[in-house]
């Protein structure tokens, strides 16, 4: 039987509790979804074994408190916090993953959360973030042109700068600093205001990024995994991705002993007709990634990740024909987003956690 259209997540059930009362969860190996109908798990949910008490997993998450004031500390009012990011639960009630949109220069965070909403992901959150977040923590365009992550281009002159260009790498390296500290708090489940249901894990957090966010996305996806941190669950980069040899984040690091934490799996969707980033581009922005993995698993004491390796290979890459620099607009491209998504979602079914509970 052909299996290559099916889709496939993990499952995960609770084995119990710790010594400090949080749940404890053990992966139960990968589950076919399109095996998987409503009237299956409907006839699980009403089994003996199942509990009628609402899950942790089964409630909303929140973002974490500190999450919202590193994006907008100088909010009053909602629409001061909505002009810097948008949040939505997911629309089955269930947010078990998170998906972190990134916009294009002088681009806006909003239609990126309409098609994040448009792709209604399963158990799946979504934060779309805005360049203007951070308190200008990031870069603003001239001439009224709105915000991007990163230099891109010497505002004196209205000249583009070299991928290698000092100043380019510096921003560069100071977006993928500022994300970074806002990943490591959306990862945290110790919420200021006692929020227990606040924040998620770091395998179940997914970037999408187009252009320059998607630059700044693989960027922030190398330093992690430089610094030896849990890899995400995934990254989405749209037409753009590692545009210079060496990343600022990795030029002086020393490869030490300790463990190597593993990758973060990528797909790049890329025009074959783009410019700005063709697939040549792409071919060697996966290499680079893939080189720093092996890298680092080689000065590692222990050849064996500390945390499973994801599935899927480091990069995967997507060219589409008669492309240029734009923003997906076929089926072909959003089945290639949804199979990669597909592989790396966390799908978490809760009739069988409440039965592993009983």
Not at 278 to 291: E, H, I, R, T, V
Request: hydrophobic share 35%; proline share 5%; glycine share 10%.
């Amino acid at each position: 039987m052909d299996k290559t259209n099916e889709s496939f997540a993990r499952l995960e059930v609770r084995s119990g509790r710790g010594e400090n009362g949080e749940d404890k969860w053990v992966d139960a190996g990968p589950i076919n979804l399109d095996e998987m109908t409503a009237a299956s798990i409907t006839d699980a949910s009403d089994s003996k074994n199942s509990s009628s008490r609402p899950t942790k997993a089964g409630r909303k998450r929140n973002l974490p408190h500190k999450v919202r004031l590193i994006l907008s500390p100088n909010a009053k009012f909602k629409g001061d916090r909505r002009a810097n990011f948008l949040f939505k639960h997911s629309s089955d009630g269930t947010d078990t993953n998170l998906l972190v949109t990134l916009h294009g220069a002088g681009d806006s965070h909003n239609s990126f959360h309409g098609l994040a909403r448009r792709m209604d992901l399963p158990q799946t959150a979504i934060l779309s973030i805005h360049a203007s977040s951070c308190d200008n923590g990031f870069t603003k365009l001239p001439f009224g042109l709105g915000y991007t992550w990163f230099d891109e281009m010497d505002y004196s002159t209205g000249k583009p700068l070299d991928n290698n260009s000092p100043q380019r790498l510096a921003t560069l390296n100071q977006a993928a600093d500022k994300l970074v500290e806002i990943l490591d708090a959306l990862s945290t489940s110790d919420d200021s205001t006692g929020d227990s249901e606040a924040g998620w894990q770091p395998e179940r957090i997914f970037l999408f990024g187009y252009s320059a966010g998607a630059c700044l996305a693989m960027d922030a996806c190398l330093k992690r995994m430089t610094k030896r941190s849990r890899p995400f669950g995934g990254g989405v980069c749209i037409a753009g991705g590692i545009k210079c040899e060496t990343p600022p984040n990795i030029e002086s690091v020393t490869v030490d002993t300790g463990s190597c934490e593993g990758y973060t799996p990528i797909l790049l969707v890329v025009g074959a007709l783009d410019d700005n980033f063709p697939p040549a581009s792409a071919a060697g922005a996966a290499q680079l990634y893939k080189d720093r993995y092996s890298s680092l698993l080689l000065g590692s004491q222990r050849p064996k990740l500390s945390t499973p390796a994801p599935a899927l290979e480091p990069v995967n890459i997507f060219v589409k024909e008669g492309k240029g620099h734009s923003m997906i607009g076929s089926e072909d491209e959003m089945r290639a987003i949804m199979e990669f998504l597909g592989g790396t979602l966390v799908q978490t079914m809760l009739a069988m956690e409440g039965a592993a509970g009983a």
